[in-house]
C-alpha cells in the first residue's frame, strides 16, 4: 500500500493535471514508444519554441483528471506509453508539430486529443495537424482586411475632415450674422443720433437768441 506521501504527491499531480486540461484551449495525447533520447530532446525544444507543455504522464493519473475535467472519452486511448502536449493559446501547433514527428517515426502515434473543451477524433486531428501556424494565419488575415481596413479608416478620416470644415463654415456664418446685425443696428441708431444732434443744436440757438 502506498504511503501517505507518496499518495499526497499522486493528488498533487493529478491536480496539475487537471487544471493544465481545464487552462489549455487544445491538447494532444501520443504513444512515445520507441523514440531515442536524442529525437526526444529535439522534439520537446521544438515544442518548447511553440509555447507548447509536454509531458509524459502515467495512465491512471491522466485518467483521474479528465474525468474530472469533463474529458472522459479521452480514457479509452489511456493505454501503453502516454504523454501529453497542451497549448493555452495555440489550437494547432501541438497537432501540426506532434503529426509531422509521427509522420517520419515508426513507433511514434497519436492517440487522441481535444479542443476547447471537446474530445476529437483522429481524423478532426489529422485535419488540424495540416493547418498553418498561427502567425501565418495572423499574417495571412492582416493581408486579406489590410485593404478594407485603410479604406475604412480614410473614409472615416474624410468624415472627420467634413465635420471640421462643416463647424468652421458654422462658426464663419455665426461671426458673419452677428457682424451684419450689429451693422443693422448702427444703422437704425444712425438717424436717432442725428436727430438727438439737431435737436440739441436748435436748443442752443433758442437759447442763444
Known amino acids: 500500500m502506498p504511503s501517505k506521501k507518496v499518495l499526497e504527491q499522486k493528488k498533487q499531480i493529478v491536480a496539475q493535471l487537471i487544471e493544465t486540461l481545464k487552462d489549455s484551449c487544445a491538447g494532444v495525447i501520443v504513444d512515445y514508444k520507441g523514440i531515442s533520447v536524442a529525437d526526444d530532446t529535439k522534439l520537446r525544444s521544438e515544442l518548447r519554441e511553440a509555447g507548447i507543455?509536454?509531458?509524459?504522464?502515467?495512465?491512471?493519473?491522466?485518467?483521474?483528471?479528465?474525468?474530472?475535467?469533463?474529458?472522459?472519452?479521452?480514457?479509452?486511448?489511456?493505454?501503453?506509453?502516454?504523454?501529453?502536449?497542451?497549448?493555452?493559446?495555440?489550437?494547432?501547433?501541438?497537432?501540426?508539430i506532434l503529426s509531422k514527428y509521427a509522420d517520419s517515426h515508426k513507433h511514434f502515434n497519436l492517440k487522441s486529443g481535444f479542443l476547447d473543451g471537446e474530445v476529437i477524433s483522429l481524423e478532426v486531428l489529422s485535419n488540424l495537424a495540416k493547418l498553418p501556424s498561427r502567425d501565418v494565419l495572423l499574417?495571412?488575415?492582416?493581408?486579406?482586411?489590410?485593404?478594407?481596413?485603410?479604406?475604412?479608416a480614410r473614409a472615416i478620416q474624410a468624415i472627420v475632415d467634413k465635420e471640421d470644415e462643416g463647424d468652421t463654415q458654422e462658426e464663419e456664418a455665426t461671426q458673419e450674422e452677428e457682424t451684419t446685425q450689429a451693422e443693422e443696428v448702427a444703422q437704425e441708431e444712425a438717424p436717432k443720433e442725428e436727430a438727438k444732434e439737431e435737436t440739441s443744436e436748435n436748443t442752443e440757438e433758442k437759447t442763444e437768441a
Open 53 to 96: 507543455k509536454y509531458e509524459v504522464v502515467k495512465n491512471k493519473l491522466l485518467s483521474l483528471a479528465v474525468k474530472e475535467a469533463d474529458l472522459e472519452d479521452l480514457d479509452e486511448v489511456l493505454v501503453g506509453s502516454t504523454a501529453l502536449a497542451t497549448s493555452t493559446d495555440d489550437h494547432v501547433a501541438a497537432a501540426r
Open 139 to 152: 499574417a495571412t488575415v492582416c493581408s486579406a482586411f489590410n485593404a478594407p481596413i485603410a479604406a475604412l
